[in-house]
């Protein structure tokens, strides 16, 4: 079965703190997908990042990075230097078409981020 | 913006009533999702189609749910005899067949209030 875990439900921090996002998942093939997305009170979906299984390599954006490691199904989410703007609900989605036998998203329960100025 | 368009925005209704909520995908995306997000919950999956063929429905798409994607354009998705438990966000995602990485696109979403 498919499962995505976001066990932090909600995180706050003071501005320029760095945080991490915790996402463990669970699938049983070798080949899926990882997304993070952010969403902000007005409620749309933000895409940040994906990511396929085969590549393992850690990214950077600016203040945004992600740890992806296959051995422990972990991929994490760290912004340095926290901005009140970070501010938002972010969300972890896995897409596992071998099992699911199509690409919908199956999301965790989203972490709350609020940055406190 | 994602190019993902839905209407209406947010809608009230009182509990009964039929409620009709539409997409407008990228028009090059051949494949559409519907979600459903609850207060303080993950979007859910709730059907897909490829072009106009609907290929999946989730079990939390009661029966007094349909949705239809009339020539693989536009989608739209109805609830019939509303309850106050279908008081959600619905979200609207477009993906293209074989894109590498199956990145969904989403739309602002409907906000649905059943009073």
């Given at each position: ?50 990511r ?62 609020k940055?406190?100025? | 913006?994602?190019g ?13 009533q ?70 959600a ?27």
């Amino acid at each position: 079965a498919q499962k995505v875990t976001q066990a932090q439900t909600e995180i706050s921090v003071v501005e320029k703190e760095d945080v991490t996002l915790d996402c463990v998942y669970e699938t049983r093939d070798t080949t899926y997908y990882l997304f993070w997305y952010k969403q902000p009170p007005s409620g749309e979906l933000v895409f940040l990042i994906r990511r396929n299984s085969f590549d393992e390599q850690n990214e950077i954006s600016g203040r945004y990075s992600w740890n992806f490691q296959k051995s422990t199904s972990s991929f994490n989410f760290t912004i340095t230097a926290s901005q009140v703007v970070d501010s938002a609900v972010y969300f972890c989605a896995l897409s596992d078409p071998a099992s699911s036998g199509t690409y919908k998203y199956i999301f965790g329960t989203g972490t709350r981020l609020k940055v406190l100025a | 913006d994602t190019g993902v368009s839905q209407d209406p925005r947010h809608k009230i209704t009182k509990r009964g009533q039929n409620v009709t909520f539409r997409c407008d995908p990228i028009s090059e995306h051949n494949r559409l999702y519907w979600y459903r997000q609850t207060l303080g919950q993950g979007p859910e999956f709730l059907t897909y189609f490829q072009n106009e063929a609907q290929l999946e429905k989730s079990r939390l798409l009661s029966d007094r749910f349909s949705a239809e994607r009339p020539k693989g354009s536009f989608s739209t998705l109805e609830i019939q005899r509303t309850e106050q438990g279908d008081s959600a966000m619905y979200l609207c995602a477009s993906h293209r067949q074989a894109s590498s990485y199956n990145e969904q696109f989403f739309g602002p979403g409907t906000r649905l209030t059943v009073l």
